[in-house]
């Protein structure tokens, strides 16, 4: 089996993360860059069907230099080879453009069965673009899986979102998107990590991916961030020690504030 | 009037309200016109109530597997539309199957998207809340006919009668090897309460609750206030509460009312996901939780004291009226 992993790499969520004054795109010169949590659970995804069914591992990632960092810690946990998308001409990408060129690089590996990706990333949170890289290619999407299951050439997911929950059944190839439900994801072992190294990487870029384009230029994004404003942050109001009669001085703040 | 397409939220007999928010917000840039896709007969159940809210046209993309597979049956019916009456601009709800349809649809297009607007000014310009409320963003699309996803709650319903006229659109036949099948469906658990992403009040319990058994003090207040029931991730990864109820980065993104954080610390990617409520009331025993940074008002104490006896206080306020 042939298994694609779309990773990214994303400002960690612990810290705080800005826009860039220039062009209003995020600022990752400044951010502490990890792998997002997400694809790492889509990876570990990916390593766990290795185990039981046998399978390689190609893991994708799209990002400035950086993200092969991204691409070395799954393939420290596991996966076998990397493909890194690093084009300068990427910067600002949006959901359309991007899932265009993960499609592109998946079309790239040979007899793909299931790709798998995180259900959203943490960073751009639109949550969009699994399901359209599967629209691209012609598979079915089988999003917000918190449950997967692939077995005699098909794949079964249970699909969690605020609607409630289905049973979603497709044939392979197919797309999975995962939530952070699904599993633990495991930490690379000193081997892993050392074995990583020897692993093959392979950097494209647009001219690689898309050798036919004309060259009226590359559109990186349908939109425009007009203006981007920081919210002011908020500051602590009213704070007391309960000494018995809280619950009763919140009413009356909530009666003050007409919330009640 | 330009026309200005959106895709109905319905439940094959009822057309949700996400679907009225839609139609006010569609009015601020031209005529709204209402897709539709769904089982035979979907379209005429539901067309009086989108006329009465807006809808000039009801376009009725019906087929008896519109509802089998995820997704494809809406993005198809918007396509067919997009192409029959080139609008001014889509419109679907920024649900987790909204955002998805509305990405897939402006692939196909080859048009920009723009996700979770939370407003919309007669120029198309949008309004986005970004990195868990800390940014506002004003974006507009560039390229092709704009995609827009709303956030849910972000438009009041208006009444606003016409008369719609509906058309025809023929689905095309769905490839079962490029569509993911529903096989089965299990309704939300949300019982009586509000939705959360939708709710004015929202009551949020945290590792502080100490359990599965003492998340009924939040539901309890949460009742009282006619509000729905939140999560931090500590609580859902404890076991506490299910999942889906998880408020913050890698949950839910609320902005009621009121949002009430029991026994909840105040982690960043909790706060990312609620710091746009209009009140926040924060209760912890520990007086250096980081909630307290951002609450309009803290209450250091045990919550098992102090949100029973507001849950008496505010059931007695509502009983006297």
Do not use: W
Request: overall charge negative; some cysteine; proline content about 5%.
């Amino acid at each position: 089996m042939n298994i694609v992993v779309l990773v990214k790499q994303v400002p960690d969520t612990a810290a705080e993360r800005t826009l860039s004054g220039a062009d209003h795109t995020l600022d990752r010169e400044d951010a502490d860059l990890v792998l997002d949590e997400i694809n790492e659970r889509a990876a570990e995804e990916a390593l766990t069907l290795k185990e039981t069914m046998g399978a390689e591992v190609t893991v994708v990632s799209m990002g400035p230099e950086s993200a092969r960092e991204a691409i070395r810690k799954v393939l420290a946990m596991g996966a076998d080879r990397g493909i890194h998308i690093c084009d300068d001409r990427l910067h600002g990408a949006d959901v359309v453009t991007t899932a265009r060129v993960l499609a592109a690089a998946v079309r790239t590996v040979r007899d793909v069965d299931l790709v798998l990706a995180g259900n959203a990333t943490t960073d751009g949170q639109s949550s969009a673009v699994p399901a359209v890289v599967a629209d691209l290619l012609g598979l079915p999407p089988l999003t917000h899986a918190r449950e997967l299951t692939v077995d005699a050439g098909r794949v079964r997911a249970e699909r969690e979102t605020e609607d409630g929950e289905v049973t979603l059944d497709a044939p392979l190839p197919a797309l999975v998107s995962v939530t952070e439900k699904i599993n633990e994801p495991r930490y690379p072992s000193f081997k892993g990590i050392m074995a990583a190294k020897k692993k093959p990487v392979e950097t494209v870029d647009l001219d690689d991916l898309f050798p036919d384009a004309d060259d009226t230029g590359f559109r990186v994004t349908g939109t425009r961030v007009v203006e981007a404003v920081p919210r002011p942050a908020r500051v602590a109001g009213t704070r007391i020690t309960d000494d018995g009669s809280a619950g009763r001085r919140l009413v009356e703040f909530l009666i003050a504030q007409k919330l009640v | 009037m330009p026309d200005v397409l959106v895709l109905v939220d319905h439940d094959e007999e009822r057309v949700l309200k996400s679907t009225y928010e839609l139609l006010a917000a569609a009015r601020r840039l031209g005529d709204p016109a209402a897709v539709v896709a769904g089982t035979p007969g979907t379209a005429a159940r539901v067309k009086e109530s989108l006329a009465r809210h807006g809808a000039m046209s009801v376009y009725a993309a019906e087929s008896t597997e519109a509802g089998d597979f995820l997704g494809t049956s809406s993005v198809d019916a918007l396509e067919l539309a997009v192409r029959q009456v080139s609008p001014a601009a889509v419109l679907v709800s920024a649900t987790t199957d909204g955002k998805e349809v509305a990405g897939r649809l402006a692939a196909r297009l080859d048009a920009g998207v723009l996700i979770d607007a939370v407003d919309l000014d007669p120029s198309g310009a949008v309004t986005q809340i970004v990195f868990g409320g800390s940014c506002t963003v004003h974006a507009r699309v560039t390229h092709g006919i704009p995609v827009i996803a709303v956030r849910l709650g972000s438009f009041e319903p208006e009444e606003h009668p016409v008369e719609a006229t509906q058309h025809t659109l023929v689905l095309p036949p769905i490839d079962p090897s490029a569509s993911a099948r529903v096989v089965a469906r299990r309704a939300a658990l949300a019982g009586d309460r509000p939705a959360l992403t939708e709710a004015a009040v929202v009551v949020s319990g945290g590792r502080g609750v100490g359990g599965a058994d003492g998340f009924k003090v939040v539901e309890e207040l949460a009742d009282a206030l006619g509000g729905a029931v939140g999560a931090s991730r500590a609580a859902v990864d404890a076991g506490y509460y299910p999942h889906q109820y998880q408020v913050g980065q890698t949950g839910k993104s609320v902005s009621p009312q009121l949002y009430v954080a029991l026994g909840i610390s105040g982690a960043i990617q909790h706060l990312a996901g609620m710091q746009t409520s209009k009140t926040i009331v924060a209760v912890n025993k520990d007086p250096e939780a980081p909630v307290f940074g951002l609450a309009d008002y803290g209450v250091v104490g045990d919550l098992f004291a102090v949100a029973p006896q507001l849950t008496r206080e505010v059931t007695a306020r509502r009983t006297e009226r």
